[in-house]
């Protein structure tokens, strides 16, 4: 199967992202490459991009989209070691960093990822298919309390009690192996009137698994904070989130390498002499215009935020 992958609010991000034809440049979720090839566009033979992803099918099909560069450089690796992978490649300094935290269009249709709850598979949602740890370990694995917590915590799901409670019960009997034996369950604890409402009954469960089994959430603090401890002066982060959660994170962690003082805020001034670290580029996130969400419904969800380095 082709790897398909829309880019999200393309135009957006190479604007944010203010390339410079010399510079270094990590894209931190490579995926379809289609941000990567704009941004590839824009440099010169002497600018260099950073290619990095966790998912060796991504790697190969973004080799190929992108074969008539010589100035990339691809890394099989997640970007949670963005700060090692820099290391390694000695870099000390990049001008700018993209992340795209959404789910390929490939991983989504191709039926054996587990990741869709639209098709038949073995229960997976791995990103990175070297890892042993995956969607049938949570499910078959996990206590109740412990699937109740990721569902409600990760997937933000109003009836991840009852799914979880289910889960364990029907496991009892035989694991739950495959992605449609856990629509089932879960269409089994949903009301119907809420069936009606906010898509598919199964989209948040599957994302809360998704998001345990590749670590997501833990991956992506200490990744904002190790990718803009990497850019120089003036250099730019920009990041798409495609749900709530991640954008939390996001939004706060700006907020802090904005504001790093801790001083209580009673103090007249502040002593402990942390100093911004960043600056905004936009206050609230750019979403996808009416005319992108005509051409890619998945890019409903999507936010863009960007910071630069002061």
């Known amino acids: ?88 490649l000695e870099i000390e300094k990049v001008d700018g960093i993209l992340m795209d935290l959404g789910v390929s269009s490939y991983q989504l249709d191709q039926g054996e990822r587990g990741f869709s709850y639209m098709k038949e598979a073995a229960l997976d949602m791995r990103m990175n298919r070297e890892e042993a740890f995956s969607a049938y370990n949570v499910v078959n694995e996990y206590s109740e309390d412990e699937l109740f ?95 709530s959660l991640e954008d939390r994170i996001v939004k706060n962690k700006f907020r802090d390498l904005v504001d790093p003082c801790k001083c209580p805020k009673d103090l007249p001034m502040c002593v402990c002499g942390k100093k911004p670290i960043i600056k905004l580029i936009n206050k609230k996130p750019i979403e996808a215009t009416k005319e992108e969400l005509d051409n890619n419904s998945r890019s409903k969800s999507a936010k863009l935020r960007g910071c630069k380095k002061i």
Do not use: W
């Open 149 to 243: 917590r990721i569902l409600r915590d990760f997937g933000e799901e109003k009836f991840s009690r009852r799914i979880a409670s289910r889960i364990v019960e029907k496991r009892k009997v035989k694991p739950v192996e495959t992605t449609l034996e856990l629509v089932k369950i879960i269409d089994e604890c949903i009301p119907a009137k809420f069936k009606r409402e906010g898509g598919h009954p199964a989209k948040r469960t599957f994302q809360g698994i998704r998001i345990e089994v590749n670590s997501e959430l833990s991956i992506l603090d200490r990744a904002i904070g190790d990718g803009i401890e990497a850019l120089n002066k003036d250099g730019v982060m920009a990041i798409i989130t495609f749900h």
């Open 1 to 88: 199967m082709e790897f398909k992958h829309y880019s999200v609010m393309l135009e957006e991000c190479i604007e944010m992202l203010d390339i410079k034809e010399d510079g270094i440049y990590v894209d931190c979720t490579l995926g379809g490459a289609g941000h990567s090839k704009e941004i590839l566009k824009k440099l010169s033979p002497k600018g260099r991009l950073i290619g990095i992803d966790q998912d060796l099918d991504a790697l190969k099909a973004a080799k190929e989209k992108l074969k008539d560069f010589n100035n990339v450089t691809y890394v099989h690796n997640n970007f949670y070691n963005i700060k090692d992978i820099l290391e390694s």
